[in-house]
């Protein structure tokens, strides 16, 4: 059975088509929600709460774009609200907060943790009008098409928040290997000394 | 390496097993909450428009002070059916300023000649003559 099929009947409220469908998005949209807010549980919290809209608002759902860009749109939609509710709750002021990014390894190899980390890291400080595209583009391998569909902005406006989001992340990660060389080297120096 | 090469490489993560059960879950308690939340606001509205009846009747009814007023002479009854009051224009006497007793002095008036006529049409003139052989006197308009 297709996905239109699936969400048609899903429009009449049926609980197994929603099941299927929950089926094969449950893992990608929590693995986009995931890279989004970089907290598994909020993922994991922000994704049922998508489904649930999937349900109770399937008979808004045109079949106009794909069903993924659909359900992509509502989980970027409700995972943009929390970043702004996140940032309004925060009561920490940003410059009490330490520069930590040299305080991670940089090394060239994705499964070193320290990489991830200034990498999340990065991400987290990218504004949610860039982190979205890039996410939707680099980790979940959509067209720049497909990603105008899902935030609703031209195929222009999509490349250009892309090129600036992946520059934004490369200097945040070249300012995160600076701070470490400039850490080891001082640590050499201090060594030296001793 | 770009940034955005080792994203794609990122470690990718899965739902938990339980993800189902726990938005099937959710699923039945908002489904729950939705009908509760219709169910009160059916009572709202009803009770709303009870309210809203009952205030509209009240001031019809001339319940609330200061609606009482006297009516013309011959409206008596037509106003006793709507239930509106009627007081009798003595009943208006009462001491007037400085203690003195006053009475209130009710004048009709007639706006029929208050009124301009708007038919363009001259109005009948009657003329009244003298058919009595008795008395001599002049004619009067």
């Known amino acids: ?22 089926a094969l998005y449950k893992d990608r949209i929590v693995n986009y929600l995931y890279h989004f807010s970089g907290d598994y549980q909020k993922a994991v919290e922000l994704a049922q709460e998508t489904f649930l809209r999937v349900y109770f608002k399937a008979g808004k ?10 359900i992509y749109t509502i989980a970027s939609n409700l ?7 996140s940032r309004r709750a925060a009561t920490v002021s940003l410059d009490d907060i330490p520069n930590d990014f040299a305080s991670g390894t940089y090394y060239e190899d994705p499964d070193d943790p320290g990489l991830v980390r200034n990498l ?3 991400l987290d400080e990218l504004h949610p009008r860039y982190r979205v595209p890039v996410v939707l583009k680099d980790v979940e391998g959509f067209s720049q098409e497909e990603i105008a569909r899902i935030i609703d902005r031209p195929v222009g406006t999509v490349k250009a928040r892309i090129s600036r989001g992946r520059d934004q992340l490369r200097r945040k990660l070249e300012k995160a290997l600076e701070g470490r060389a400039a850490k080891v080297d001082n640590e050499v120096s201090e060594h030296g000394r001793a | 390496m770009e ?17 189902d059960d726990r938005v099937f879950y959710r699923l039945r308690e908002a489904r729950r909450e939705r009908s509760r939340r ?7 509205l009803a009770g709303s428009a009870a309210l809203f009846l009952a205030v509209f009747l009240m001031l019809d009814r001339g319940i609330l002070p200061g609606r009482t007023f006297p009516g013309p002479e011959g409206k008596g009854p037509a106003l006793a059916e709507k239930g509106l009051e009627i007081q009798a224009p003595s009943a208006l006497w ?17 706006y ?4 301009r006529r708007s038919s363009p049409e001259p109005r009948t003139v009657y003329i009244l003559e003298q058919v009595s052989d008795v008395r001599s006197s002049g004619i009067y308009y």
């Open chain 1, 1 to 22: 059975m297709d996905e239109q099929e699936l969400i048609r009947r899903v429009q009449n409220g049926d609980e197994w088509a929603f099941g299927q469908i929950m």
């Open chain 1, 61 to 70: 759902y045109r079949p106009i774009g794909s069903l993924s860009s659909w």
């Open chain 1, 79 to 85: 995972a943009k609200t929390d970043a702004r509710r």
């Open chain 1, 120 to 122: 999340r890291e990065a």
């Open chain 2, 3 to 19: 940034g955005h090469d080792i994203l794609g490489k990122m470690r990718k993560v899965g739902a938990p097993p339980d993800f």
């Open chain 2, 38 to 44: 219709r169910a009160v606001l059916r009572y709202a």
């Open chain 2, 94 to 110: 009462g001491l007037g300023e400085a203690g003195r007793p006053s009475v209130p002095v009710l004048e009709t008036v007639d």
């Open chain 2, 112 to 115: 029929a000649d208050e009124v």
